[in-house]
């Protein structure tokens, strides 16, 4: 199986930054891709942002577009979400999600992290 420990929430000003960070551990030499979605409260979980593990091939949710980069570190299967320009319906609760390309393998989710931007 696969661990994941996520960091780097916090409470930050609109217009601030915030650099979350999600390492796996465990079973993790077959990583296929790996990325970030949020829930705020009440609402259903979004797609944040994801990054293919081999090509480093990125994708955005439109609302983070020239704002939030996701990046990765092969060697320690680590990805990171540098958040720029923050606003207050960023805040929510943001889950590092780790897909594997081993065959019938399932899908391992952090924790989650709590980003508040105050107003």
């Known amino acids: 199986q696969v661990q994941l420990v996520e960091s780097g929430g916090g409470l930050v000003q609109a217009g601030g930054s915030l650099r979350l960070s999600c390492e796996a551990s465990g079973r993790t030499s077959s990583t296929y891709a790996m990325g970030w979605f949020r829930q705020a409260p009440g609402k259903e979980r979004e797609f944040v942002a994801v990054v293919r593990w081999g090509s480093g091939v990125t994708s955005y949710a439109d609302f983070v577009k020239g704002r939030f980069t996701i990046s990765r570190d092969n060697t320690k299967t680590t990805v990171w979400l540098q958040m720029n320009s923050l606003k207050p319906e960023d805040t929510a609760v943001y889950y590092c999600?780790?897909?594997?390309?081993?065959?019938?393998?399932?899908?391992?989710w952090g924790q989650g992290t709590q980003v508040s931007v105050s107003s």
């Open positions: 999600k780790y897909v594997s390309g081993r065959f019938n393998s399932p899908e391992y």
